[in-house]
C-alpha cells in the first residue's frame, strides 16, 4: 500500500476572463475564516481577476476590488467574517509581511495571496495554490491542494 500523498490537484481551463472571474466566484462561496489561497503566476496572469471574484461572492455584490499592489492589503467584509486580498509584489523582505499582520489574518480570516513567493515558504500548512499560465489566448489554472484543502477542491 502506498501512503497517502500530501497534495491533490486539477487542472481547470479559462478560455476568457469571464471564466477567471466565475472561477474566483466558485472559490468565494467555499472560503471561509482560516482558509488560504495563493495566486502565482506572471503580471497579466489574471491573479487580480480570480481575486476580484472571490471578492465578490464574499461581500456579495460586485466590487471594484483595486489591486492592492501599493497598499499590499485590502481586506472586506462578508457575512463570514473578513477577507484579505494581499498582493506581495512590492514586499522587500518575508519578516515586513507581519508587521501587516498576516499571520493573524492567516488564522481568523479568508486570506487570497498575490506573489506569495515573496514569503519564501513562511505560508500555512492547510492551503490552496492556484497558479495560471498563457494558453492560447486564455489562461490555465492548476490547483494544489494542501491539507484539510484537499477535500475541498472537487468542489470548486
Ligand atoms: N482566462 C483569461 N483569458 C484571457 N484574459 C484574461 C483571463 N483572465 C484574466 N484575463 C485578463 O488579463 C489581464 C490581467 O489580469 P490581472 O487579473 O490584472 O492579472 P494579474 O493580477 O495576474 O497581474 C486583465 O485584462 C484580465 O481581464
Ligand atoms: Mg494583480
Same mark, same amino acid.
Given at each position: ?7 491533490d490537484?486539477?487542472?481547470? *481551463? =479559462? ?5 477567471t ?8 462561496d ?5 482558509? @488560504? @489561497?495563493? =495566486?502565482?503566476?506572471?503580471? %497579466?496572469? %489574471?491573479?487580480t ?16 476590488a483595486? /489591486?492592492?499592489? $501599493?497598499?499590499?492589503?485590502?481586506? $472586506?467584509?462578508g457575512?463570514? %467574517?473578513?477577507? #484579505?486580498? @494581499?498582493d =506581495? $509584489? ?9 508587521? =501587516?499582520?498576516?499571520?493573524? *489574518?492567516f488564522a ?6 498575490? #506573489? ?13 495554490? &492556484?497558479?495560471?499560465t ?13 491539507? *484539510? ?5 472537487? /468542489? &470548486?
Amino acid at each position: 500500500m502506498t501512503a497517502a500523498t500530501a497534495t491533490d490537484s486539477r487542472q481547470i *481551463a =479559462l478560455p476568457d476572463a469571464a471564466a477567471t472571474l466565475a472561477l474566483g466566484r466558485r472559490l468565494g462561496d467555499r472560503l471561509g475564516p482560516g482558509d @488560504v @489561497v495563493c =495566486l502565482t503566476g506572471n503580471l %497579466g496572469a %489574471g491573479k487580480t481577476t480570480l481575486a476580484r471574484g472571490a471578492i465578490e461572492a464574499w461581500t456579495g455584490h460586485e466590487e471594484e476590488a483595486p /489591486s492592492p499592489t $501599493y497598499t499590499l492589503v485590502q481586506t $472586506y467584509e462578508g457575512a463570514k %467574517g473578513d477577507l #484579505w486580498h @494581499v498582493d =506581495l $509584489y512590492r514586499l522587500k523582505q518575508p519578516e515586513d509581511a507581519w508587521e =501587516l499582520g498576516l499571520e493573524d *489574518a492567516f488564522a481568523e480570516a479568508a486570506c487570497l495571496i498575490e #506573489w506569495p513567493e515573496r514569503l519564501a515558504g513562511h505560508l500555512p500548512r492547510n492551503r490552496l495554490d &492556484i497558479a495560471l499560465t498563457p494558453q492560447g489566448e486564455g489562461r490555465s489554472a492548476a490547483l494544489v491542494a494542501h491539507g *484539510a484543502w484537499r477535500t475541498k477542491l472537487g /468542489s &470548486i
